[in-house]
């Protein structure tokens, strides 16, 4: 990189305070090569910031993508739920239906004998459909409480990622804040020697 620096005129400057000819070049070429380091090292601080800039909208990205993912499960896992549950008062309907056709036919059966023993029989069937609707109740309140360790989980999962990613972007942030700083002390380095050259 070359610089708009007339080395040539700082040299003739130089000769004319009475500094030696080969002393004023010698200073104006290293003038020159100091200068053009210290501008290729804020060059190279561009390019960390652009690639620093780049790699967190990348993370971003893919945060958002990892978000999405996650939502997309728990609405699988909300619509496989849904389906199960419904599957089971399906069959709960259908059993229970199979039992009342079974029942009533028996009961028309049982009508031609005693009255006492449709008694006992409709006293034994009414604990049994108890029986059901208690086993019914149970299968209902399993698939809530599985739904809510799921919901429970994802909700832990969720608050997991989303705090290694604030501590991800927090170390990125600080290493930036490092660099920024360790770059400043080096320009106000650099200006300072110019300052004492000039």
């Known amino acids: 990189m070359s610089l708009a620096f007339d080395s040539l005129a700082y040299a003739k400057r130089l000769k004319a305070a009475g500094v030696p000819e080969a002393q004023a070049e010698i200073q104006a070429e290293t ?8 501008l290729a090292t804020k060059l190279e601080l561009e390019h960390v910031q652009v690639d620093l800039k780049r790699d967190i909208k990348e993370l971003d990205v893919k945060i958002e993508s990892i978000r999405a993912d996650l939502k997309r499960d728990i609405k699988e896992l909300d619509t ?3 389906v199960r549950s419904k599957e089971l008062d399906t069959k709960a309907e259908v059993r229970s239906k199979e039992l009342d056709t079974k ?21 034994k069937a009414e604990v049994r459909f ?11 309140s399993e698939l809530k409480r599985d739904i809510k360790e799921l919901d429970t989980k994802a909700e832990i999962r969720f608050k997991e990622m989303d705090t290694k990613f604030e ?3 927090k170390e990125l942030e600080q290493r930036m804040v490092i660099k920024l700083g360790s770059l400043m002390v080096v320009a106000v380095g650099a200006m300072a020697a110019l300052v004492k050259l000039l």
């Open 31 to 38: 003038l020159v090569a100091w200068m053009e380091d210290r």
């Open 80 to 82: 496989k739920a849904e």
């Open 103 to 123: 029942a009533e036919v028996r009961f028309k059966e049982l009508d031609t004998k005693a009255e006492v023993r449709f008694k006992e029989l409709d006293t």
């Open 130 to 140: 108890k029986e059901l609707d208690v086993k019914i109740e149970s299968v209902r």
């Open 167 to 169: 501590v991800r972007i």
